[in-house]
């Protein structure tokens, strides 16, 4: 499904990812863990079309997809929620949600999911999404990125600047989208919870991948155990 080889991105000097590998497959969920400033958001940036890499590939389907623009990575069935939710503040929920008619993928139907996947979302449907509480705002973006009826979700920190009661509310959606069959990948700073509710995970550190492996393995691993679960 998503197939990432050889990837490396850059800030100028600054070698962000180096040389990064990885797979998602068709209806697994996966996680990127590792310090700050490891390069994971580049590496999602880089996916999703967002920042332009200067080496190796990154497939959905065989299709190569790192240097199509932001919109056809999206026409191509891929989408992304990035790190700070961006949500659009003077908009409505509803108008939120149907801003990815632009991506050509949108039916009316999908609308009805999301609502069904996050019935706060429908009892705000009218209300401003500047004035959500932020996990309203991360279910809102998660949301809009399913308009898309993606192939594969990708997620920045999900849990980001929430509660643990309302982190653990968007994980529980997050659960649910994967047993439906969705693909994802996030990246997760709590690395407890996300090994918790992953199929796989990769570690990241100064720009590569340094471990992988099964949650369940990778819950044992000494390493990770100290550096991201302590
Ligand atoms: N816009 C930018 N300009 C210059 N350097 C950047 C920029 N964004 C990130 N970097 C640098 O690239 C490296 C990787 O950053 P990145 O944000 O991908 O890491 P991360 O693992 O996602 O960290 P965090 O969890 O803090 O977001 C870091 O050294 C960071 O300082």
């Given at each position: 499904?998503?197939?990432?080889?050889?990837?490396?991105?850059?800030?100028?000097?600054?070698?962000?990812?180096?040389?990064?590998?990885?797979?998602?497959?068709?209806?697994?969920?996966?996680?990127?863990?590792?310090?700050?400033?490891?390069?994971?958001?580049?590496?999602?940036?880089?996916?999703?079309?967002?920042?332009?890499?200067?080496?190796?590939?990154?497939?959905?389907?065989?299709?190569?997809?790192?240097?199509?623009?932001?919109?056809?990575?999206?026409?191509?069935?891929l989408?992304?929620?990035?790190?700070?939710?961006?949500?659009?503040?003077?908009?409505?929920?509803?108008?939120?949600?149907?801003?990815?008619?632009?991506?050509?993928?949108?039916?009316?139907?999908?609308?009805?999911k999301?609502?069904?996947?996050?019935?706060?979302?429908?009892?705000?449907?009218?209300?401003?999404?500047?004035?959500?509480?932020?996990?309203?705002?991360?279910?809102?973006?998660?949301?809009?990125?399913?308009?898309?009826?993606?192939?594969?979700?990708?997620?920045?920190?999900?849990?980001?600047?929430?509660?643990?009661?309302?982190?653990?509310l968007?994980?529980?959606?997050?659960?649910?989208?994967?047993?439906?069959?969705?693909?994802?990948?996030?990246?997760?700073?709590?690395?407890?919870?996300?090994?918790?509710?992953?199929?796989?995970?990769?570690?990241?550190?100064?720009?590569?991948?340094?471990?992988?492996?099964?949650?369940?393995?990778?819950?044992?691993?000494?390493?990770v155990?100290?550096?991201?679960?302590?």
């Amino acid at each position: 499904m998503l197939n990432v080889s050889s990837l490396s991105a850059s800030y100028g000097a600054i070698n962000a990812v180096r040389g990064v590998d990885l797979q998602v497959s068709a209806g697994s969920l996966c996680v990127l863990l590792g310090a700050n400033g490891a390069g994971k958001s580049t590496t999602l940036r880089s996916i999703a079309g967002l920042h332009r890499p200067i080496g190796g590939s990154v497939k959905l389907n065989d299709q190569e997809i790192s240097r199509l623009s932001l919109h056809r990575v999206v026409k191509s069935g891929l989408a992304f929620v990035p790190e700070g939710r961006m949500v659009v503040a003077p908009l409505t929920v509803e108008e939120n949600l149907k801003l990815s008619h632009f991506s050509g993928r949108s039916e009316p139907s999908l609308l009805d999911k999301v609502y069904t996947l996050f019935p706060r979302l429908a009892d705000r449907r009218r209300q401003l999404a500047g004035l959500m509480s932020g996990g309203e705002q991360q279910m809102l973006a998660i949301g809009r990125a399913l308009m898309t009826k993606p192939q594969m979700l990708v997620l920045d920190e999900p849990s980001m600047g929430l509660a643990p009661a309302i982190v653990d509310l968007v994980f529980q959606s997050i659960v649910e989208l994967h047993k439906e069959g969705q693909s994802i990948l996030l990246v997760e700073q709590n690395a407890a919870i996300a090994l918790s509710v992953c199929d796989y995970g990769y570690v990241m550190k100064r720009g590569q991948i340094v471990i992988e492996g099964t949650a369940s393995v990778l819950k044992e691993n000494p390493e990770v155990l100290e550096a991201y679960m302590s």
